[in-house]
Every structure is written in structure tokens, then in C-alpha cells.
């Protein structure tokens, strides 16, 4: 029978691999979710355009990442950007841009929705006063999309935040990577592991239990 042994977890141990670890995890949630945004909020005016030059590209892009696995990604891009460029990138780097490349086709759906739950009358009332479509969707639609679908768009939040461990296949030292390298330092993986899925737990149990309540708040505003 396994004899279970958490004693070598000190701060020292914590702060030499595990901080490093949550903080790069950290760090690509909230790039890979603010780029994500940003982008996913283009290709849905490009969907919402009415345009087919710039409604099928951005459709197709969305579909296609969708359609795909996040880690297929994450080593197609680390695999094969360097050996078309010529040069590595580093792991950190391909693992930031692929999560804003994939997130942006989640974040998309999110706020094309969003931007569908507006009533139309409100837009009209816009074009009324003579705002153009940019004028409107920046002062009108934009601002209660987003209110509308913060608790979703906080969600996805969280899951991205899951997936950053899939970062471990091409060796970027993320959280998951922390707690393995502090588990094969000691000789004890099977604690390092589930020491991690607890943390995992936690912080998106937590971070869960404020989108409800987020979420309650803004149903009681409206």
C-alpha cells in the first residue's frame, strides 16, 4: 500500500517551483483573455457585418478552431511556427499566442451573442440620431453586450485558466509543471499531483463562487 507523504511541502518548496509556476499560469489567463476579447470581438462584427468578404473568413476561422483540440494546437504551434521561421520562439511565447489565437473563436461566440441579446430598438434609436454603425456599436451595443455577458465571458475565464495546464506537453513551466518538478526533486509525484488538482479545485471553485454571485447582482440591476 502507497504510504502518502506531504511533509517536504514547505515554503521553501512552494515559492522555488510552485509560485513560478502559478504565476505564468496567471499571466497567460489574462493575456490570452484580454487578447481574446479583443480579437473575439472582431470577428464577430465581422460576422454581424452582413458582409460575405468578412463574414465567411471569420466564420470559417471560428468553426476551425472550434473544431480542433486546444493541445493539437498548442504543439502544431510550437512544432511548426520554428521550422517555418527558422527560429525557436520558446514554449512561454508559442503557448501565449496560440491560447489568444484559440480563445479569440470562444470569446467570439460570447459576445456575438451578446451583441444579438441587445434589442434592435436600440440601434435604431441610435441610426436615429445619426450615429454611424461605428458610433453605435462602440456607445450603445458594445457597453451592454458586455454587461450582458460578463458572467459567461468570466466562465470561460475560468476554464481558460484550467487549460493552461496543457501547456505542460511542450514543457512551458506553468502550475502543472511546478508542482511535477517539485514531485521528481523530492521522489513523491503522486503527492505533487494531487496536490495540484486540489489547488486546481480551489481556485476555480472559488473563482466560481463569485461569478453566481456576480452574476445574481447584475440579474438584480436589470
Known sequence: MVQLDFSFYNWDVVSNFI????????????????????????LALMRLSGRKVLDIPATIYVNGMRSIPLVMMILWFFLLVPFLIGRPIGAEWSAIVTFIAFEAAYFSEIMRAGIQSIPRGQVFAGQAVGMTYGQNMRLVVLPQAFRNMLPVLLTQT?????????????????????????????????????????????????????????????????
Open 19 to 42: 509560485l513560478k509556476g502559478l504565476l505564468f499560469s496567471i499571466e497567460l489567463t489574462v493575456i490570452a483573455t484580454l487578447g481574446g476579447v479583443v480579437f473575439g470581438t472582431v
Open 158 to 222: 475560468i476554464i481558460l485558466f484550467q487549460d493552461t495546464s496543457l501547456v505542460y506537453a511542450i514543457g512551458a513551466y506553468d502550475l502543472l509543471k511546478g508542482f511535477e518538478t517539485a514531485g521528481k526533486n523530492y521522489g513523491r509525484p503522486i503527492e505533487s499531483y494531487l496536490l495540484a488538482a486540489v489547488v486546481y479545485f480551489v481556485l476555480c471553485f472559488a473563482l466560481s463562487s463569485l461569478v453566481k454571485r456576480l452574476h445574481k447582482k447584475i440579474a438584480i440591476i436589470r
